[in-house]
């Protein structure tokens, strides 16, 4: 639907499109643990006027069933702006179930590594760049398998967390990807600081010493002081 994808484009970092045939249009909150959606179910005229059935879930920030309405075509973009304001503010509300040590070294490491390109916010990174984020992140899964530190449930939720992120380098924008590294490299490090030296280590060598090369900006700058050893990988 015209109306919706620039709506989709300006919010990618939160939503994403979901390719279907059922309907009209769908849009689904990101957050992989997240089951919100905004949808456009069919063309339904009302007392002679043409509208459209829409339904989203959360209903409200203080209800999170789904909630259908019929509506004109020019007050879509305004049911979908108030949608995309309540995901906000679930996704900024820390709850329960967020893990405080993986939240504090996952901001870490997003502060420290952020892409610095102009354009990261919307744009994806270009083809040799995936192709050096994906060698990286195959080679901590050889390793995540082969480390006898781990114990099998350990393998088993970072295996998929890596698989996950694989799958992420072509879609997600340069800045969102980054976020879903720093929180794949939080969880490593709350399981083992070993790893996590190592998944440092191996960004050093891959990634950071062929950025240049790939057109990626890496500003050392915002690296931190326990990464100086790292720079020498780089000579």
Known sequence: MQALQPFADKNETLIEVVPTKETIFKLKDKDENSDFYFEVLRQEPSNGNPGYIIEFKPTSKNDTNSHK????????????NTWIQIITEYNSIQTIYDDPVIKQYEEEFYKDFKIVDDD?????????????????????EKYIAEEEEFTIDD??????????????IATESKDSYIKKQSTFWAKVRKKSIKACEFTLKEFAKVVIKNAAEKGLTISWDTVPHYFEQLKNLLN
């Open 69 to 80: 309405v019929w509506t004109k075509l020019e007050t879509i973009i305004s049911f979908a």
């Open 155 to 168: 393998k088993e939720e970072l295996l998929k967390e890596a698989n996950t992120l694989k799958h992420k």
């Open 120 to 140: 990261a916010e919307t744009s994806r990174f270009n083809f040799s760049q995936q192709l050096l984020l994906l060698s990286y992140v195959e080679n901590l």
